[in-house]
């Protein structure tokens, strides 16, 4: 969403445009495959509620909280400068402001929150291992020519998490 907003601003280079097409026309197929192969809690594509979005979703159906790691999120390149200049889109804002009602963001910024309420057009995949899985998991992907990142963990929620959980950011 950053992205295609500032190429719709004519503010980012042709490099940073290329990576992001290129990212929004790979479809998904290999890492549905590689979810096929091994054995997932949850499944989502991260679309247009961004990554916190959708973990928000995916934890209030479970009866669970989350903890992401921000440094572990990947971005693509000129993300987090399109969100330090407040290049942003409308529905990013709104994510955002959905999102903090469940989300503790800790130290960060308004740029990185940003990053991770971000109105994808066509996102990856959040997908839920086992923790035992999770290398498995990543080496599966590998197989299937696609990358992944562990970016977080899902904690019990504790009653001070209220009925619908959080998601903390560290």
């Known amino acids: 969403g950053l992205i295609t907003t500032g190429i ?38 991260v679309t247009g509620f961004g990554l916190l979005g959708h973990l928000g979703e995916i934890i209030r159906g479970s009866g669970v909280s989350a903890e992401v790691e921000f440094a ?44 991770l309420a971000d109105a994808q057009t ?17 080496q599966a992907l590998e197989e299937e020519g696609e990358q992944g990142s562990v970016v977080g963990r899902v904690v019990e929620r504790d009653f001070a998490d209220g009925p619908t959980g959080v998601i903390a950011i560290v």
């Open 72 to 115: 572990s999120v990947p971005l693509l390149p000129g993300a987090r400068q399109l969100a330090a200049d407040n290049v942003v889109p409308g529905g990013t804002e709104r994510n955002l402001a959905a999102a903090e009602r469940f989300t503790r963001f800790g130290t960060l910024d308004r740029a990185e929150r940003l990053l």
């Open 122 to 138: 066509n996102g990856g995949l959040l997908v839920a291992v086992n923790a035992p899985l999770a290398s498995a998991f990543l």
């Open 8 to 45: 719709k601003r004519g503010i980012v280079d042709e490099t940073v445009r290329d990576v992001a097409v290129e990212s929004m026309a790979r479809l998904n197929a290999a890492a549905a495959r590689a979810v096929g192969r091994i054995g997932v809690r949850a499944a989502t594509d």
